[in-house]
């Protein structure tokens, strides 16, 4: 079934330094969320990015999108410990309707 | 605007009692999604519904799994006869048109079958 991937599965940086993580996917999208989750809770709505985009910007976050290569990164420039969170990606699966196809998601710790 | 609500917030049944989780949409919102967590897992999709329409159910187990968006009220994820491996966290989202559109989450319910 169609899911997305992500790399890495978990991520440790200090506080100030930035954070990179990939999602890739398989088939045609009609855009791409991220979300941030922490421990125990529901998800928060980062950032969506179309298909017809290359790049969005979002206070300290940054998202790519390269259709051709079927992936995406969020930057997170300058973490804060509050980032510490699990971040997924989810595509929209093109033409099978509203559903979101998730990834596995990758848990990030920002130590103070 | 309040966001999506959904209650209970934990709930706990014994294996083969009835667990019913419903979710209020944002204010304006008429598509309801539900999904599924395990523990150390993404989440997965269950099933799509507009009022009183189930439009996608691809992801509902085929038996003891239910949901409706009646056109008054929450929706409900409806589970019969629960067993152990239905534990897990369950999440609705909302939003206001179908495709290409940023879903919005609740909370969630955390289910634990004893």
């Known amino acids: 079934s169609q899911q997305g991937e992500e790399d890495p599965q978990a991520l440790s940086i200090q506080e100030g330094e930035n954070a990179t993580m990939n999602c890739s996917y398989k088939?045609?999208?009609?855009?791409l969320q991220w979300y941030r989750q922490n421990s125990g809770r529901g998800l928060v709505h980062l950032i969506l990015?179309?298909?017809?985009?290359r790049e969005k910007h979002s206070g300290r976050l940054r998202v790519t999108l390269d259709t051709s290569k079927k992936s995406s990164s969020l930057l997170i420039t300058a973490s804060r410990a509050a980032d510490t969170a699990s971040y997924f990606c989810?595509?929209?699966?093109?033409?099978?309707?509203?559903?979101?196809?998730f990834g596995q998601g990758t848990e990030l710790s920002v130590k103070p | 605007n309040a966001g999506v609500m959904q209650n209970p917030r934990h709930l706990v049944r014994r294996r083969g009692q009835e667990a019913r989780l419903r979710c209020s949409p944002m204010k304006g919102h008429s598509h309801v999604y539900w999904y599924r967590q395990l523990p150390e897992e993404g989440l997965k999709f269950m099933v799509y519904l507009q009022k009183e329409n189930i439009i996608d159910e691809s992801g509902m187990p085929k038996e003891r799994f239910s949901a409706e968006f009646p056109k008054e009220g929450p929706s409900i994820l409806r589970i019969q006869q629960v067993v152990r491996g239905d534990s897990a966290a369950y999440f609705c989202?909302?939003?206001?048109?179908?495709?290409?559109?940023?879903?919005?989450f609740g909370p969630g319910t955390r289910l634990t079958v004893l």
């Open positions: 990015i179309r298909s017809n985009e």
């Open positions: 989810a595509t929209d699966a093109g033409n099978q309707g509203g559903k979101l196809i």
């Open positions: 989202a909302s939003s206001p048109v179908q495709t290409g559109d940023t879903q919005y």
């Open positions: 088939t045609s999208i009609n855009n």
